[in-house]
């Protein structure tokens, strides 16, 4: 099973909500990613979990926070938004997460947020 | 800083041609490059991985190359089908600084029928 699923599909929030988008990989990989795309741009590193620890946030704004509850969850928490934020949220997973490693990414199919 | 050029930016060809997708990256030392395909408003689908050791490696209809002392990723497909039309991305895992993916442009490709 290579298949990494995320909820929802689509979402739709206002700049005062809180909601969370979540992310499930079964393939027993150890490192988490969460992505943002913007349309007709290629995806942007957000976050890097390693053994549910946060190895890489790459400068994002504290109205996003990740989680990583267990090996096989992960979940980006959402906070006063931005409608600049609106986007496709990708969230890939990787056996590990090593300087050393070659390792492929496998995507999910993301969330397309929109913040109104 | 590692920069990934992928052109040409969209590419429309009539089906059964044999085609090759380009990636360039400024920075040689990298660990992989991986080649993705992405529907619209669809996540991202693994095509082939090729490791920093490795020239190239064949799935199916497609081959990819790296040649790392060029800053070059080809990506050969096969008697391309309707079924193919999507953007294809590259990536490189760079050895500088942050081990990360950095993404390529996209080259947008459409095969008619």
């Known amino acids: 099973d290579t298949e990494v699923t995320q909820t929802p599909k689509h979402l739709v929030m206002g700049m005062t909500n809180k909601k969370s988008l979540k992310c499930e990989q079964h393939m027993g990989h150890r490192a988490m990613y969460w992505y943002k795309q913007k349309a007709k741009k290629p995806p942007e590193l957000m976050f890097v979990y390693s053994y549910e620890k946060l190895s890489i946030n790459e400068s994002v704004p504290s109205r996003f926070s990740p989680e990583c509850p267990n090996s096989s969850l992960l979940n980006l928490h959402l906070h006063a938004l931005q409608p600049e934020d609106s986007a496709l949220y990708l969230c890939?997973?990787?056996?590990?997460?090593?300087?050393?490693?070659?390792?492929?990414?496998?995507f999910g199919p993301g969330t397309r947020l929109t913040v109104l | 800083k590692q920069e990934v050029t992928q052109i040409p930016a969209a590419l429309s060809v009539p089906e059964g041609e044999n085609l090759v997708l380009n990636c360039s990256f400024t920075?040689?030392?990298?660990?992989?490059l991986q080649w993705f395909r992405q529907d619209p408003g669809k996540g991202l689908t693994s095509l082939l991985l090729i490791q920093s050791s490795q020239r190239e490696q064949t799935s199916g209809r497609l081959n990819a190359s790296l040649d790392k002392s060029s800053g070059r990723s080809t990506l050969y497909i096969a008697a391309s089908q309707p079924g193919d039309s999507a953007t294809y991305l590259c990536a490189v895992s760079t050895t500088s600084g942050t081990y990360k993916y950095i993404f390529g442009t996209g080259t947008r490709l459409k095969v008619l029928a």
């Open positions: 890939a997973s990787s056996q590990v997460y090593l300087e050393q490693a070659n390792n492929e990414q496998f």
């Open positions: 920075d040689s030392a990298i660990y992989n």
